[in-house]
């Protein structure tokens, strides 16, 4: 079950960043990024006020049950991971194709594998380990695709921004798993969020707010309210499905990338990014990759 919860994750992810990459056109970054935490802490908010003030939710997958400082100040790490993820996920995402940004963001299962192995001992079978070289190589061949449209991997911060939100994310995916051994579903996205909201509220109104006028203008959307339904929605699913004892982050991780295919669909249909011919195959591989590794699982 919980990998068929991956499945439905990823895909709602990829609906995530199709509205994150319409939201982020010739927009900034800062106060999309503020606006995407608000919006998803007023969805979860409801939550905590009927599980603090009703029995409504009483014993269900939707309380929110009263926790310790410390459990916050775990959730609060979570938060400061995320968010950093976010940040240089997003100015890269902005500055760069989503052909391009969607098969790098594959790659960080590859990151949070070598974490699951290293620190909760997961062991990967034949199918899993040829999956997850089929991955690796993917990452090679995408970085010749991107010098097709002049990006150099070496020479482009923005590249470098996409990499460490992908480090930062992996980082995240580890954390996951050890905070899903010990916490509630709802504990952890409710406070995370939350504490996401504070963080950018303090840099947009003392670090964005003040040098808007010298950045790219802010526009509202419609949009960003859609990433941040897509992501409550997706990252619940995510939790519920790493709940399970069974569950191996190394493998829902993976999974949750197969979002490229939704981002890369919109890139050919709505975006109208070019090279796409040599993405196909780097979109190719990272399928493959995952039908072995689903294969291995069972």
């Excluded at 994750?9 to 994150?20: E, H, I, T, W």
């Excluded at 939201?23 to 106060?31: D, E, F, T, Y």
């Excluded at 902005?94 to 963001?105: A, E, F, N, S």
């Excluded at 999956?131 to 482009?156: P, Y």
Aim: charged share 10%; proline share 3%; glycine share 6%.
């Amino acid at each position: 079950m919980w990998i068929i919860l991956a499945f439905v994750s990823a895909f709602l992810l990829g609906c995530y960043d199709v509205n994150k990459k319409i939201s982020l056109n010739g927009n900034a970054v800062i106060p999309v990024l503020f606006l995407n935490t608000l919006f998803s802490t007023l969805l979860l908010m409801p939550f905590v006020g009927l599980s603090y003030t009703t029995t409504l939710l009483q014993g269900s997958l939707f309380e929110v049950p009263h926790v310790s400082w410390v459990v916050h100040l775990q959730v609060f790490i979570k938060s400061c991971i995320v968010l950093s993820s976010w940040i240089f996920g997003y100015f890269g995402l902005k500055h760069l194709p989503i052909t391009l940004v969607g098969p790098m963001k594959a790659t960080q299962p590859i990151l949070t594998l070598i974490g699951a192995l290293l620190i909760f001992g997961e062991h990967l079978n034949v199918y899993q380990s040829i999956g997850v070289s089929l991955a690796i190589f993917s990452l090679f061949h995408l970085s010749r695709s991107g010098k097709q449209e002049g990006i150099r991997f070496m020479h482009n911060k923005w590249i470098l921004f996409s990499f460490l939100g992908v480090l930062f994310g992996a980082f995240s995916g580890i954390y996951d798993k050890y905070l899903m051994q010990r916490l509630d579903v709802m504990t952890v996205q409710v406070w995370f969020t939350f504490y996401q909201c504070l963080m950018m509220l303090v840099i947009v109104l003392f670090i964005w707010y003040p040098q808007r006028q010298k950045s790219t203008p802010f526009h509202c959307r419609w949009n960003i309210i859609f990433i941040s339904l897509f992501l409550c929605i997706a990252d619940w699913i995510y939790f519920y499905a790493l709940s399970d004892p069974k569950a191996m982050i190394s493998i829902i991780s993976m999974v949750r990338r197969s979002n490229v295919l939704v981002t890369f669909a919109a890139g050919a249909l709505f975006f109208h990014e070019k090279n796409l011919k040599r993405k196909t195959l780097d979109l190719l591989l990272v399928f493959i990759s995952m039908i072995f590794i689903y294969i291995g699982t069972y």
